[in-house]
């Protein structure tokens, strides 16, 4: 088969002709019929500090993916030969303390599919059964491989109660751009959504968002209490990573807001706890992953309502294996949404 490989330490990745993966007791092969591109890939793709301390060539990259189960271990009963699946790619260890108790996202021991190990950037993949979900046939293929960046927008969101709040949203990568439909869903009164790209900020725009700001052009604090009559948002979902963008979501916030934080500073950053939390009550969520599995239910209730219709725009490109370069290159410009790898595609 074609798989997409890290094969040593630097930028790149390399398309070659590898074995078929083989499958033990409780395995399942997945044929790959779309896997979408993240952050985390774009990482290991150009080879920044934390891919060269973490990844370990050779490996094959990717985990957001969509397919159909091809063949399944003799001691598999989640799914069978024919369904439509897609997996949570934490793959966790289910003996460490907080594996026993039910928070599987925090597990001590996680590894990471495409990470840690081979990966969905290829035409078959091989996923424990403990990390299989089995996906709506009604729902695309494209729209199927974006449930697990999808799951860490619905785990930020949907981490405290949206209903007639109002909703700022500190970056509008994929992540962020998800985030705002799930919020209207989820009956926020506003949503406002924030991010220095124009191209990103009118898909957020087209997707739902009531207000755009733009902090190059705007003062996303005046802006945000001009819409809350003076107050600041009840809810700040930061998903930028970026130290200014923070800073300012801190300060648009009202007393006692819930500020949950999913984007990752690549540097310690300085704030003032004093002035901007401790005194106004504000309460810090630190969101990594999907809760297992009670996110994926929310994803497969929201897309069974509508929500996979909503995020139909979000899928911006198309592209084969062999287009990997390209896609990269796209993705790192801004100018686009979520780009899915089309194994079937053709060059």
């Known amino acids: 088969m074609r798989a997409l490989r890290k094969l040593e330490a630097g930028p790149g990745a390399t398309l070659q002709e590898v074995p078929i993966p083989t499958i033990g007791p409780r395995d399942v092969l997945v044929k790959v019929r779309a896997a979408s591109i993240c952050g985390t890939d774009y990482h290991i793709y150009t080879w920044d500090p934390w891919s060269a301390g973490r990844v370990k060539p050779p490996l094959t990259i990717g985990h957001e993916l969509a397919g159909e189960v091809v063949a399944v271990g003799r001691e598999v009963t989640a799914c069978k030969v024919g369904d439509y699946v897609s997996a949570e790619t934490h793959i966790v260890c289910n003996r460490c303390p907080r594996c026993h108790m039910g928070e599987y996202h925090l597990c001590e021991n996680t590894k990471i599919l495409g990470v840690d190990t081979d990966g969905a950037f290829a035409e078959y993949v091989a996923v424990p059964e403990q990390n299989i979900w089995v996906n709506d046939k009604d729902i695309p293929f494209e729209l199927q491989s974006i449930q697990e960046p999808l799951g ?3 785990h930020t969101a949907l981490n405290g109660d949206l209903t007639a709040r109002s909703v700022l949203i500190t970056g509008c990568g994929p992540i962020g751009i998800m985030s705002v439909p799930v919020a209207k869903m989820a009956g926020a009164e506003i949503v406002m959504a924030m991010d ?3 191209y990103r900020l009118q898909l957020a725009g087209q997707l739902g968002a009531d207000v755009l700001i733009n902090p190059t052009k705007q003062d996303p604090v005046e802006v945000v209490r001009s819409y809350t009559r003076g107050y600041g948002a009840d809810v700040v979902l930061e998903m930028s990573g970026n130290p200014t963008a923070i800073r300012q979501g801190l300060k648009a916030a009202r007393n006692g807001a819930r500020i949950s934080l999913l984007g990752l500073p690549g540097r310690p950053l300085e704030l003032d706890l004093a002035a901007d ?4 009550g504000l309460v810090l969520q630190g969101i990594t992953g999907r809760r297992m599995w009670q996110t994926w239910y929310q994803v497969r209730s929201l897309y069974r309502a509508g929500l996979a219709e909503r995020l139909r725009p979000l899928v911006t490109h ?17 100018q686009s949404g979520k780009i899915v790898l089309v194994p079937d595609l053709k060059a």
């Open 277 to 280: 939390v401790i005194m106004r």
């Open 196 to 198: 220095i790209n124009e």
């Open 152 to 154: 860490n927008a619905v």
């Open 318 to 334: 198309r592209m084969p294996l062999e287009q990997i370069d390209a896609a990269m290159e796209l993705m790192g410009s801004g």
